[in-house]
T-cell receptor
Framework: AQTVTQSQPEMSVQEAETVTLSCTYDTSESDYYLFWYKQPPSRQMILVIRQEAYKQQNATENRFSVNFQKAAKSFSLKISDSQLGDAAMYFCAYKNTNSGGSNYKLTFGKGTLLTVNP | NAGVTQTPKFQVLKTGQSMTLQCAQDMNHEYMSWYRQDPGMGLRLIHYSVGAGITDQGEVPNGYNVSRSTTEDFPLRLLSAAPSQTSVYFC???????????FGSGTRLTVV
């Protein structure tokens, strides 16, 4: 079974600075999808960014980018120019690409709570 | 587009009571699932469904029941509530492939 590990339960960053959240995963598959979700205090789960494992190019969405290292099974999230609204719990998640029920399942890490200091 | 509608948002139950958490989506997603979120534990899969009439157990299914009679609806039943079921519950739906989940707004359930 796949596992996702977020080794930083909490992180903090100064407003306008850059922060990197770590995520590692374990899988025997060669193709899969990876996601980062944001959960602000409102509790809503918001998709931040996604990456296909067969694509070597790192995904980018505005101030959010990833560093995908397939051999190391690492998928870190970089937030540039941090804003107060970035304060949230961030979850890393893994999804298979093969057929069947497992094609749909998202496996989540335990989350990293990000604080942004003004 | 309403997305995923989850009700109620808050609920308090007494030990031994039963209840149903409702979940409906209007995106014609084939996949629906229920997760529970507990502090320090992330989101853990309770049950999921890959289409109408098809359900399966996830990581923590005990004490919960589901059915999927239509593509749109996927209710979660607590058969006899226990304090260990105090949690935040999320319903989510998806298509296969590079699609993330669309989540409902969550239900905070307290069992006393």
């Amino acid at each position: 079974a796949q596992t996702v590990t977020q080794s930083q339960p909490e992180m903090s960053v100064q407003e306008a600075e850059t922060v990197t959240l770590s995520c590692t995963y374990d899988t025997s598959e060669s193709d899969y999808y990876l996601f980062w979700y944001k959960q602000p205090p409102s509790r809503q789960m918001i998709l931040v960014i996604r990456q296909e494992a067969y694509k070597q190019q790192n995904a980018t969405e505005n101030r959010f980018s990833v560093n995908f290292q397939k051999a190391a099974k690492s998928f870190s999230l970089k937030i540039s120019d941090s804003q107060l609204g970035d304060a949230a719990m961030y979850f890393c998640a893994y999804k298979n690409t093969n057929s069947g029920g497992s094609n749909y399942k998202l496996t989540f890490g335990k989350g990293t709570l990000l604080t942004v200091n003004p | 587009n309403a997305g995923v509608t989850q009700t109620p948002k808050f609920q308090v139950l007494k030990t031994g009571q039963s209840m149903t958490l409702q979940c409906a989506q209007d995106m014609n997603h084939e996949y629906m699932s229920w997760y529970r979120q507990d502090p320090g534990m992330g989101l853990r899969l309770i049950h999921y469904s890959v289409g109408a009439g098809i359900t399966d157990q996830g990581e923590v299914p005990n004490g919960y029941n589901v059915s999927r009679s239509t593509t749109e609806d996927f209710p979660l039943r607590l058969l006899s509530a226990a304090p260990s079921q105090t949690s935040v519950y999320f319903c989510a739906s998806s298509r296969a492939g590079l699609y993330g989940y669309t989540f409902g707004s969550g239900t905070r359930l307290t069992v006393v």
